[in-house]
Structure formats: C-alpha cells, structure tokens
C-alpha cells in the first residue's frame, strides 16, 4: 500500500478567503487523526464542511495541547480527545502506525464512495466531492451544534434517547445494506444540534485489507461490524456515568482475530473486566450498568438487543 518512492501532492494550505473549487474557506473547524475540516461557503452563501487529508495520519501522532482546553487548532489538539489510529494487521501481527499523504487520501476518496449513498437524518451528508491540487476534499452539510465530547467536557445534561437514535440509524441503514456499521462511533464523532437531534460524522474506513482505521479504546477489539458501534456506545455511557474510561490499554494480540484457546479467552475475559460503573459512581442504576455489561463483554448482543434495552430503561425510568 505504501509508495515511498512516489512524488507527493502537494499540501493544501487553508486561510479564510481561500478558494477551492467553488466553496471559499471561513475558518478552521477541527482536526483529527487522518483530516482537517474548514467552514465554507458556496456560491450562494450557503455553510458547508470542507474535510481535507493531513498530510500524514495516525492519532497517537497528533500533538496535544498541555492543557484541556476548546480552541482549535491545525497544529494540535485538547489531550482529552481521541483521534482514530492506522493499524496494520499481517502475518507477523498487529502494530499502529501512521499513514503517508497517498494513505490518507485513499481513506478519504473512500470515504467518499460510502457516503455518497447515505441519507439519514442521523448521519452527515455529503454533498459535493471535489478535487483539489490532485487530492480529494469531501464537501459536507456543516451541521450547527456541539460535539458529545463538548456536551461531556462542559458537565452538560446528557440524554440517552441521543444513543437510541444512533442505534435505530445504524439499523436502518444496515437493514437497507447501505451503512452496515459506523466503526468508530465516540463523543468527537456524534454531534448534538440546537434541536437536540443527533447527527454522526466521520464513518471508520473498511475495504482496505490489513488495514482498519478506528479508535481502539472506543473499539478495543477492532471490530467492524456493527458490534464495534454496540461496543462504542457501551464504552461512552462508561464514560459518561463514572468519569473515565473501561480500558486502560487495548489488547491488540486479540484484536482482529478470533478467540480460540482457553488461555487467550482467559486473558481476554481478564482485559475485558473493568471496574462496575456503580463503584465509581454509586448513582448509576442497576439497569443502566446491565447495558454498559452487555455492550462491553457480551458478543451476541447487538444493535435491536441494544435498542430494546434503552427502550425500556426509558419508559421505565
């Protein structure tokens, strides 16, 4: 997959007033592990996201800011953010690792050809594809609201019909064979609007083999089914009732890989307890942390299982 020997596209610097294509650049939105995202607008003056590839790509290789803070920057992020990782599978195992420039505009043009099909009020939309100095720039709704991880960051009121309707998104979507899974479903990828209607960004890569693009502790076992976006929402209610996160670490000699011999289901059954929510925060209902215990540790439990659980914790509650 790597061309070492390649000539690189040059790199798109972005200021306010830019022009690309037909969208001219406002300001800086955010950054990721793999891509930047910029305000515009188009020729009528309407918002729009532009999402353009870093120039190399891999969470752990984005600088952190020293301090948790809500500016944004092309150059760094808050260190309580979680950008997705590149991580090779192969015959001789697992390592993480960063993209180059060719890598990370595949991952878009990808991108792209996934989204082109999908329509759903819960799900970004994209409305252009475009490009630019010979590299991919994905023209996107810009959606108004605050991302989950500001909700948390800010002590915000959370809701939990927000989950259900990422669940029944994704199952409608699976069902209609056009969206079979989010893949790194966490608080920077779910935006919350004005209206208190939830929309997902930011899809995981798939159709490259040996490589998955998510983020392993939102997705410890490098799933890509729809049991990852099971796991992802288990992971952020964990989250959002204690304070913390239910792994410390990711077992990446399991991840990718069936689980066959006693002594690696031993060791993976170890990596996968984690302290009770209700330990931590003695608040948290009985029910409520049956659900975070099904998303994390139990395999067949899936996205209708899942709904059927909010449902009912709702009406009840």
Same mark, same amino acid.
């Given at each position: 997959?790597?061309?070492?020997?390649?000539?690189p596209?040059?790199m798109?610097?972005?200021?306010?007033?830019?022009?690309?294509?037909?969208?001219?650049?406002?300001r800086?939105?955010?950054?990721g592990?793999?891509?930047?995202?910029?305000?515009?607008?188009?020729?009528?003056?309407?918002?729009?996201?532009?999402?353009?590839?870093?120039?190399?790509?891999?969470?752990?290789?984005?600088?952190?800011?020293?301090?948790?803070?809500?500016?944004?920057?092309?150059?760094?992020?808050?260190?309580?953010?979680?950008?997705? !990782?590149? +991580?090779? &599978?192969?015959?001789? *195992?697992?390592? =993480?690792?960063?993209?180059?420039?060719?890598?990370?505009? #595949?991952? /878009?043009?990808?991108?792209?050809?996934?989204?082109?099909?999908?329509?759903?009020?819960?799900?970004?939309?994209?409305?252009?594809?475009?490009?630019?100095?010979?590299?991919?720039?994905?023209?996107?709704?810009?959606?108004?609201?605050?991302t989950?991880?500001?909700?948390?960051?800010?002590?915000?009121?959370?809701?939990?019909?927000?989950?259900?309707?990422?669940?029944?998104?994704?199952?409608?979507?699976?069902?209609?064979?056009?969206?079979?899974?989010?893949?790194?479903?966490k608080? !920077?990828? +779910?935006? &919350?609007?004005?209206? *208190?209607?939830? =929309?997902?960004?930011?899809?995981?890569?798939?159709?490259? #083999?040996? /490589?998955?693009?998510?983020?392993?502790?939102?997705?410890?076992?490098?799933?890509?089914?729809?049991?990852?976006?099971?796991?992802?929402i288990?992971?952020?209610?964990?989250?959002?009732?204690t304070?913390?996160?239910?792994?410390?670490?990711?077992?990446?000699?399991?991840?990718?890989?069936?689980?066959?011999?006693?002594?690696?289901?031993?060791?993976?059954?170890?990596?996968?307890s984690?302290?009770?929510?209700?330990?931590?925060?003695?608040?948290?209902?009985?029910?409520?942390?049956?659900i975070?215990?099904?998303?994390?540790?139990?395999?067949?439990?899936?996205?209708?299982?899942?709904?059927?659980?909010?449902?009912?914790? /709702?009406?009840?509650?």
């Amino acid at each position: 997959m790597r061309r070492p020997n390649s000539q690189p596209y040059p790199m798109i610097k972005l200021q306010t007033g830019v022009q690309i294509g037909t969208y001219r650049i406002q300001r800086f939105l955010a950054r990721g592990g793999f891509a930047f995202t910029y305000l515009a607008e188009d020729k009528t003056g309407k918002k729009v996201c532009l999402k353009i590839g870093d120039v190399a790509g891999g969470g752990r290789y984005v600088t952190r800011s020293l301090e948790i803070t809500t500016e944004r920057s092309e150059d760094w992020i808050s260190p309580d953010e979680t950008p997705a !990782e590149a +991580i090779f &599978i192969g015959r001789d *195992g697992l390592r =993480v690792d960063f993209l180059d420039l060719h890598e990370v505009d #595949e991952i /878009l043009r990808r991108e792209g050809t996934l989204m082109e099909g999908t329509e759903h009020a819960n799900v970004v939309r994209l409305r252009d594809w475009i490009e630019h100095e010979g590299r991919p720039v994905l023209v996107y709704d810009y959606v108004q609201g605050k991302t989950l991880r500001e909700k948390i960051r800010a002590l915000e009121g959370i809701r939990l019909n927000w989950f259900l309707a990422i669940v029944r998104a994704v199952q409608k979507l699976k069902e209609e064979g056009r969206f079979l899974y989010h893949g790194d479903l966490k608080p !920077e990828n +779910i935006i &919350i609007k004005p209206s *208190g209607s939830v =929309v997902m960004i930011d899809p995981a890569l798939r159709g490259i #083999e040996g /490589l998955r693009t998510t983020t392993p502790h939102y997705n410890p076992l490098l799933l890509q089914s729809s049991k990852a976006d099971v796991t992802g929402i288990g992971v952020m209610l964990y989250e959002i009732l204690t304070g913390t996160l239910p792994f410390d670490d990711v077992p990446y000699q399991y991840a990718g890989c069936e689980v066959g011999g006693e002594v690696e289901r031993l060791s993976l059954s170890y990596f996968l307890s984690y302290p009770p929510p209700r330990e931590l925060n003695p608040n948290t209902p009985e029910a409520l942390e049956r659900i975070v215990y099904r998303c994390l540790v139990v395999p067949e439990y899936d996205l209708a299982d899942l709904e059927n659980d909010l449902v009912d914790f /709702l009406r009840k509650g």
